[in-house]
């Protein structure tokens, strides 16, 4: 098992932001790079906007984010650094529907460890 730890520092945010790969699903959006030098662990910030509502709708929103990400972190190749965030449609999404999609997108782009 390998290590999850948060980004939490502005510039990791904006390293991400700016050369990031891009993924999206239905109602998560996905940023992450490969980071050849941790190799041993996940690096995770969670980004939901204002204009997804007010604080305790996006508060809900990134603690889904949270919760669907934890269990798919651990199937998750290491040496990632990640952002995720939330589009319109995912603020009224159920966590099961959020952790499927975020699984989709991981599959899609061959992020997910072969068990």
Sequence with gaps: MHKVSK?????????IFRTGIRANGE?????????????????????????LGKAHIRVRGRRILREAFRHLSDRLTPGLSLVLGLKPQGIEAKTQDIQSDLERIFRRRKLLLLK
């Design 27 to 51: 109602l998560v959006r996905l940023l992450y790079l490969q980071d050849d030098k941790n190799s041993d662990t996940i690096k995770f910030g969670v980004a939901v906007g204002k204009k």
């Design 7 to 15: 980004l939490r520092k502005g510039w990791e945010f904006d390293l």
